[in-house]
């Protein structure tokens, strides 16, 4: 069994605890308007035409998006980096895209990694069966699970989805004693109005349990915009301004009140 994989990010220290390897699974059923990996969505290798421009000259070539990885190719990726990840008690991350789109694969590599002790963690979006969540559950020690909007017109609108699977699967995490991390992409003008910011801030307290040991608000940021021009995408975002240090900052002691922890960015 394989996995097509579209990008694999040594060192990081963005997605779980210690130093982690991340994996980012191609393949998303959502379409977020902001979306930073949107070479990630389609669930399929492409070889994108792409120009590099040097001065006044332009260079073209195609670039592969998205190669097929094995169970013991990420076990051999991960055994290099073995040293660093035991000290820094970090582990492995499988990202997207929206990496429950390659269940089986997920399934499996996770087993695996389990299998020889690497602390795992599922970066997603929370749109796939509940089925499929309680399969991984065993295998998982940590879900980075998004919430985007609370309005399900809202949140269709934005990503292209409903939320009631995404919200239905993060109720069952919650009670299933696994650490999850909740991220909320911070987009002014979509999510980040008082009365959308007061309706998700009295969710996550009214729902929580020890499971949910995190809240990162991660502010909408322009450095993927650079990808869309690279990869011949249109960019639906230009004229959305990102959020201000001082705004994060307030954000942050906004949802101090829900009692668990906050930290702006991933
Ligand atoms: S869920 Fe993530 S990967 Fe999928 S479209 Fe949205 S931002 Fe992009």
Same mark, same amino acid.
């Given at each position: 069994m394989k996995g097509l994989i579209f990008s694999i990010k040594r060192y #990081?220290?963005?997605? %779980?605890? %210690?130093i982690r390897v991340t994996f980012f699974m191609k393949g998303c059923p959502l379409n977020c308007l902001?979306?930073?990996?949107?070479? %990630?969505?389609?669930a399929i290798p492409v070889s994108v035409a792409m120009t590099n421009r040097i001065g006044e000259r332009e260079f073209h070539h195609n670039e592969e998006v998205g190669k097929y990885y094995s169970v013991e190719n990420i076990l051999d990726i991960l055994e290099k980096e073995r040293v660093f990840l035991n000290q820094s008690k970090g582990g492995v991350t499988f990202s997207g895209g929206e990496p429950m789109l390659q269940f089986e694969f997920l399934l499996e590599i996770l087993k695996v990694c389990k299998a020889n002790e690497y602390h795992t963690a599922v970066d997603t979006?929370?749109?796939?069966s509940v089925q499929n969540y309680k399969s991984i559950l065993p295998y998982t020690d940590l879900f980075l699970f998004d919430i985007k909007h609370m309005d399900d017109a809202k949140h269709s609108e934005i990503? %292209?989805? #409903?939320n009631t699977l995404i919200l239905d699967n993060y109720m069952m995490l919650l009670e299933s004693g696994k650490d999850i991390i909740v991220r909320v992409p911070v987009i002014p003008g979509f999510n980040d109005d008082p009365d959308h910011l007061n309706r998700l801030k009295k969710f996550l307290y009214s729902t929580k349990?020890? #499971?949910?040991r995190k809240i990162c608000l991660l502010p909408y940021h322009k450095i993927g915009s650079s990808k869309y021009k690279r990869f011949n995408i249109p960019y639906r975002m230009e004229n959305v301004d990102t959020p201000s240090k001082e705004r994060m900052k307030e954000l942050k002691e906004f949802f101090s009140d829900t009692g668990v922890k906050v930290k702006i960015g991933g």
């Amino acid at each position: 069994m394989k996995g097509l994989i579209f990008s694999i990010k040594r060192y #990081s220290v963005h997605d %779980g605890p %210690g130093i982690r390897v991340t994996f980012f699974m191609k393949g998303c059923p959502l379409n977020c308007l902001w979306c930073h990996n949107p070479e %990630g969505i389609s669930a399929i290798p492409v070889s994108v035409a792409m120009t590099n421009r040097i001065g006044e000259r332009e260079f073209h070539h195609n670039e592969e998006v998205g190669k097929y990885y094995s169970v013991e190719n990420i076990l051999d990726i991960l055994e290099k980096e073995r040293v660093f990840l035991n000290q820094s008690k970090g582990g492995v991350t499988f990202s997207g895209g929206e990496p429950m789109l390659q269940f089986e694969f997920l399934l499996e590599i996770l087993k695996v990694c389990k299998a020889n002790e690497y602390h795992t963690a599922v970066d997603t979006s929370g749109y796939s069966s509940v089925q499929n969540y309680k399969s991984i559950l065993p295998y998982t020690d940590l879900f980075l699970f998004d919430i985007k909007h609370m309005d399900d017109a809202k949140h269709s609108e934005i990503t %292209g989805v #409903s939320n009631t699977l995404i919200l239905d699967n993060y109720m069952m995490l919650l009670e299933s004693g696994k650490d999850i991390i909740v991220r909320v992409p911070v987009i002014p003008g979509f999510n980040d109005d008082p009365d959308h910011l007061n309706r998700l801030k009295k969710f996550l307290y009214s729902t929580k349990t020890v #499971s949910l040991r995190k809240i990162c608000l991660l502010p909408y940021h322009k450095i993927g915009s650079s990808k869309y021009k690279r990869f011949n995408i249109p960019y639906r975002m230009e004229n959305v301004d990102t959020p201000s240090k001082e705004r994060m900052k307030e954000l942050k002691e906004f949802f101090s009140d829900t009692g668990v922890k906050v930290k702006i960015g991933g």
